[in-house]
């Protein structure tokens, strides 16, 4: 996915402006769950959008929070080749971890 993709994709479906920094914290407070996502290359686009690399058991591709005019997270999930493969919308900030690690990672047989 080259950075005109990316951009392209913050301006699309990014219609607030927040901190990805601190989304990013928020999704790091979970520890081993959220390294299991072998989450990498975070980027801040346009303080609309943060977006990174995943290489879960589901899910091996892109990840993009935005937030939408009603503040609520949106989060997409892209192929390698920038395509979106799933959309989840009007989500909490509580609720935004678990969203993704549905998607991603998590396996119900374990347990935590």
């Not at 990013?24 to 790091?28: A, D, P, R, S, Y």
């Given at each position: 996915m080259n950075k005109i993709d990316i951009f392209q994709a913050a301006?699309?479906?990014g219609q607030r402006e927040f901190n990805p920094n601190e989304t990013?914290?928020?999704?790091?407070r979970y520890g081993y769950r959220f390294w299991s996502?072998?989450?990498?290359?975070?980027?801040?686009?346009?303080?609309k959008a943060l977006f990174?690399?995943?290489q879960g058991h589901h899910h091996k591709g892109y990840v993009l929070?935005?937030?939408?005019a009603a503040d609520l997270y949106?989060?997409?999930?892209?192929?390698?080749t920038g395509?979106?493969?799933d959309t989840m919308t009007d989500l909490f900030f509580d609720q935004l971890f678990d969203a993704i690690d549905a998607k991603v990672e998590r396996?119900?047989?374990y347990t935590s």
């Open positions: 301006k699309e479906h990013l914290l928020l999704l790091q996502w072998g989450a990498n290359g975070f980027k801040n686009i346009l303080n990174f690399k995943v929070i935005t937030l939408n949106e989060v997409r999930l892209l192929t390698t395509k979106i493969k396996i119900s047989e």
